[in-house]
C-alpha cells in the first residue's frame, strides 16, 4: 500500500502563520480552538459575514489571543483550508494504508471520505469559498488531494493490482467522483447507507460500465 504518512508536526501549528508557530502545547491548543471556531464561523456564515470577534467568542479565547497566531480574517481563513485538508488527509490516510489491495483501498477511502464529510459538513463551503477568497490555497487543496489518489494508483499498479497505464487523468476521474459524491451522500443525504455507496462506486472502478454476463 502506500508509504506510511509521515507527520510533520501538529497539524494546526503546520496550518498558522509560519513567524508566529505556538512554542508550547498551551499555544497549539489556543490555536487549534481558533481554528475549529473558524470552522464553524466560515461554515455557517460564510467568509465575508464572518468575524474575528465572532470566532474569538465561538474558540472562548481573547481577541488579543487571535493577533497571537493571525494577522487578517484572510490569514486565518488560509489557514483553515489547509487545516481542513490536513484533517481530511490524517482521517483518510491511515485507513486507506491498511487495505489488502489497491481497489480496496479505493472503496475505503471513499466510505472513510464520506464519513467525514458527514461530521464536517462546513468543509464544503469553505472550500467553494476558496475558490474566490483565496485560489491559491483552493487549487492546492485539490492538487494535492488528486496527488495521494495517484500516487496510491501507481502504487497498486507496481504491484500489479490494477492496470499498468493508470496516471493523472484517473485520479482526477476518482477525485471529481468522490467529491461530488461527498456532496450527494454525505452533505445533502445524512441516512443513505454510505458503505453500500462506497461499494457501488468501487465495483464502477473495478469493473466499469461494461454489462456483466
Known amino acids: 500500500m502506500d ?3 509521515v507527520a510533520t508536526g501538529d497539524t494546526a501549528a503546520e496550518a498558522g502563520n509560519p513567524d508566529k508557530t505556538p512554542r508550547t502545547e498551551r499555544g497549539r491548543r489556543t490555536l487549534r480552538k481558533l481554528l475549529d471556531a473558524a470552522a464553524i464561523e466560515f461554515g455557517e456564515r460564510g467568509f465575508h459575514d464572518a468575524s474575528i470577534s465572532a470566532i474569538t467568542r465561538r474558540a472562548g479565547t481573547a481577541l488579543g489571543s487571535f493577533y497571537t497566531y493571525f494577522d487578517s480574517k484572510d490569514e486565518i481563513f488560509q489557514a483553515l483550508v489547509r487545516y481542513m485538508s490536513e484533517q481530511l488527509r ?3 490516510t491511515p485507513l486507506v494504508q491498511a487495505a ?11 466510505e ?12 464544503y463551503r469553505i472550500i467553494d469559498e476558496a475558490e474566490f477568497v483565496d485560489y491559491a490555497s483552493y487549487r492546492r487543496h485539490y492538487e494535492t488531494t488528486v496527488a495521494r489518489v495517484r500516487q496510491r494508483l501507481e502504487d497498486g499498479a507496481a504491484r500489479g493490482e490494477i492496470r499498468a497505464d493508470v496516471g493523472e487523468v484517473h485520479a482526477w476521474a476518482i477525485g471529481g467522483m468522490n467529491v461530488f459524491l461527498g456532496m450527494r451522500y454525505g452533505l445533502w443525504d445524512a441516512d443513505a447507507d454510505i458503505a453500500e455507496i462506497a461499494r457501488i462506486a468501487n465495483d464502477l472502478l473495478a469493473n466499469g460500465l461494461k454489462k456483466q454476463d
Open 90 to 92: 490524517d482521517h483518510v
Open 3 to 5: 508509504q506510511p504518512h
Open 100 to 110: 489488502p489491495d489497491e481497489i480496496s483501498a479505493e472503496r475505503i477511502g471513499l
Open 112 to 123: 472513510s471520505f464520506l464519513g467525514f464529510v458527514r461530521e464536517h459538513k462546513e468543509i
